[in-house]
C-alpha cells in the first residue's frame, strides 16, 4: 500500500468513519464480501466491522430503504429490497432473457432439497428427463459437479453451488424454507420419497 492510501485508510479509522467506508465498499462489490476482507481493507478489527454491518442491516430495514444488506455465501453484499421486485423487473426489461425457466427452477429446487443428488434421482423426481436442464444450471454457475455416486454405477452427483446461494439472498441450504411449505399433501411427499429410493 503507498503511503498516500496508507494515510488516507488512516484518516477513515481515525475519523470513526468505518460506516462511510464500508458503504462505500459494499456499493463497488459485486459479490459477497467477507467481514474479515473488510477490515483488512480498512484496518480495524473484524469484530467492529461485523458489529457495524449488522447495525446497518438494521437501519435500513427500520427505515424500509429500496436496498438491503444481507449476510450471503460467506460474505455481505447489497440487495434490492424485495418489495420493489415488481418495479424492477418492469424496468430492466433485459432481465427477462435471463430468467430460469419452469423445468429449471423445478430442477433447481429438486437439487437444492436433495443434495447430493444424481440426474436419475433429479428424473425421478420431475417425472422427466433432466439432462439438457441440468448442464444449463451447471453452465449458469448455480449447479456443480459433486462428486460420483458408486451405489448408482459411478453416476455423477449434482449440489448447488456458492453462486446459487449468492442469487437466491441464502447464508446456506440451511436457510431454504421448509419443503414441507410446498407439499399439498404427506401422500405426494411419499410417493416422491418413494420414486426417489426407486431410483437409486
Known amino acids: 500500500m503507498s503511503s498516500e492510501n496508507k494515510t488516507a485508510v488512516e484518516d477513515v479509522t481515525s475519523g470513526n468513519d468505518t460506516t462511510g467506508a464500508l458503504e462505500a465498499l459494499l456499493f463497488v462489490s459485486d459479490e459477497p464480501t467477507s467481514a474479515a476482507t473488510f477490515a483488512e481493507m480498512l484496518g480495524v478489527e473484524t469484530t467492529e466491522v461485523t458489529r457495524t454491518l449488522k447495525a446497518l442491516r438494521d437501519e435500513y430495514e427500520t427505515d424500509r430503504r429500496g436496498f438491503q444488506l444481507r449476510e450471503v455465501a460467506g460474505g455481505w453484499r447489497f440487495y434490492s429490497n ?7 423487473e418492469r424496468y430492466v426489461l433485459s432481465w427477462d432473457t435471463r430468467r430460469l425457466s419452469q423445468a429449471a427452477l423445478e430442477t433447481l429446487a429438486v437439487i437444492a432439497y436433495r443434495q447430493p443428488v444424481t440426474r436419475g434421482g433429479i428424473n425421478a423426481v420431475r417425472g422427466v428427463n433432466s439432462e439438457a436442464v441440468v448442464s444449463s444450471l451447471v453452465e449458469k454457475g448455480l449447479v456443480r459437479e459433486a462428486g460420483r455416486d458408486k451405489a448408482s454405477g459411478n453416476a455423477i452427483l449434482y449440489a448447488t453451488t456458492k453462486s446459487f446461494l449468492e442469487k437466491f439472498g ?3 441450504t440451511k436457510d431454504l424454507p421448509p419443503i414441507e411449505e410446498f407439499m399439498p ?5 411419499e410417493a416422491i420419497t418413494e420414486r426417489l429410493d426407486a431410483a437409486q
Open 185 to 189: 399433501s404427506v401422500s405426494e411427499q
Open 82 to 88: 424485495p418489495t420493489y421486485h415488481e418495479i424492477i
Open 170 to 172: 441464502l447464508k446456506s
